[in-house]
């Protein structure tokens, strides 16, 4: 893993991400801090697993909120008029 400051990176930004293409991982400093992670992104998201339990976790954060909203599909007479029409 490579470091460099944000001068640099914004330097030669073009060589940045040629080196991530590689598939190299550059650290960005500013003032000795690390700031920013420049990677590789994978060509298939589902493969990666820092995206799957993000996928997850918003699966399971969607299923328990309560449904609102507009529904999709028929209504049917009854939904319409009630029963007793």
């Given at each position: 893993?490579r470091q460099m400051?944000?001068?640099?990176?914004?330097?030669?930004?073009s060589q940045?991400?040629?080196a991530?293409?590689?598939?190299?991982?550059?650290?960005?400093?500013?003032?000795?801090?690390?700031?920013?992670?420049?990677?590789p992104q994978?060509?298939?998201?589902?493969?990666?697993?820092?995206?799957?339990?993000t996928?997850?976790?918003?699966?399971?954060?969607?299923?328990?909120?309560?449904?609102r909203?507009?529904?999709?599909?028929?209504?049917?007479?009854?939904?319409?008029?009630?029963?007793?029409?």
């Amino acid at each position: 893993m490579r470091q460099m400051t944000v001068r640099e990176a914004n330097q030669n930004f073009s060589q940045v991400i040629a080196a991530a293409e590689r598939g190299e991982t550059i650290v960005i400093t500013k003032n000795g801090t690390p700031v920013a992670r420049i990677a590789p992104q994978a060509a298939d998201r589902t493969s990666d697993p820092e995206w799957r339990e993000t996928f997850a976790r918003l699966k399971k954060s969607l299923k328990a909120k309560r449904a609102r909203g507009y529904r999709v599909g028929a209504i049917t007479e009854d939904e319409k008029y009630g029963n007793d029409a």
